[in-house]
């Protein structure tokens, strides 16, 4: 898209600014006829405000729908989801007070015999010599 330079659009400016100067003026020097035009954009603003409120009317309603589809929808998969999580919760309770705790038990008196071990054949070591 080419870049129209500024006077370009001063120039269209002044042109469409000229053209509503001319237009006033004229409904100016001829009351009938700026009456008549009158009552047409009167007629004509009812209509889009009539239009404008069903469509208003229609983009609410469509709202309401919307929101009850949503909570139909949403609200059982929120369910399912904190059931979700509760048993997985529980599950992980479960591993860590059944599995992990008591491995990590083991584990921990298995290096402590070992460095105890450890221990003792140093010293038993340094005896014999």
Request: glycine share 6%; no cysteine; aromatic share 8%.
């Amino acid at each position: 898209m080419p870049r129209w330079p500024r006077v370009v659009w001063v120039f269209l400016g002044l042109g469409a600014g000229a053209l509503v100067g001319a237009f006033l003026a004229f409904l100016y020097t001829h009351p009938a006829q700026a009456a008549v035009l009158r009552d047409i954009l009167i007629i004509v603003l009812t209509l889009q405000l009539t239009l404008l409120s069903l469509i208003l009317l229609f983009m609410a309603y469509r709202l309401l729908r919307l929101i009850d589809w949503l909570q139909e929808e949403v609200r059982p998969i929120l369910g399912r989801a904190r059931e979700t999580v509760e048993t997985v919760h529980g599950t992980s309770v479960f591993l860590s007070r059944r599995l992990v705790r008591p491995t990590i038990e083991v584990a921990s008196a298995a290096a402590g015999a070992t460095q105890a071990l450890r221990a003792l054949i140093r010293l038993l070591r340094g005896r014999a010599r």
